[in-house]
């Protein structure tokens, strides 16, 4: 399994095409191809949506909280984290369908099933994190407004960001 990540949204590269929703969609679908996915009933259903935001558009997805308040109010356990940095995951045959995850989630990006009784969210494509893929959304996305990371990765990049700025700063001083 690929070691716990998250998703990174670029919001500047976002070019809105939805193609990360598209992806998503198809990863959970039955079928696994585009073309059936469509004619199969229920159609599936993105776990990632996105949304105008004034000039720019930005995917939106669960952001896998490590103190998560749809786990913490989910009556039935359908919602669990097995692990720090790991994903929160759900079990529709746990799920009553009653809409606390949903109320509770600070992003707003937990929806209700196309049958309306038990709830959808995302969950980072984890069978594809088990055999060592990223999530469709991230893998689809062209400009690189979608990322999947490591942790590690992620600290990395800051720190060498961060002495990237450090250095631009000591040429302006001389």
């Known amino acids: 399994m690929t070691k716990p990540g998250m998703l990174v ?3 500047e590269r976002c070019v809105g095409c939805g193609r990360c929703a598209l992806e998503c969609a ?6 696994k191809e585009l073309r059936q996915a469509m004619s199969e009933q229920p ?3 993105a776990r990632v949506t996105v949304e105008a935001l004034g000039a720019y558009s930005a995917p939106l997805q669960c952001r896998h909280c490590e103190d998560a308040p749809c786990v913490a109010v989910c009556p039935s356990g359908a919602l669990k984290k097995d692990a720090p940095g790991f994903p929160v995951l759900f079990d529709r045959e746990l799920c009553i369908g009653c809409h606390q995850c949903v109320m509770a989630c600070p992003f ?3 929806t209700m099933d196309r049958d309306g009784k038990h709830a959808l969210k995302c ?5 594809r994190l088990k ?3 990223q ?8 400009t690189g407004a979608l990322v999947f990371v490591t942790e590690e990765a992620l600290v990395k990049d800051k720190r060498k960001a961060a ?4 250095l631009v700063a000591i040429e302006k001083a001389q």
């Open 108 to 110: 707003g990006v937990i």
């Open 163 to 166: 002495m990237r700025d450090y």
């Open 26 to 31: 198809v990863a959970h679908s039955r079928s």
């Open 123 to 127: 969950d980072l494509c984890i069978e």
């Open 135 to 142: 999530p469709a959304c991230a893998s689809a996305c062209h």
């Open 43 to 45: 159609r599936p259903k």
């Open 9 to 11: 949204v670029r919001i």
């Open 131 to 133: 055999v060592g893929e």
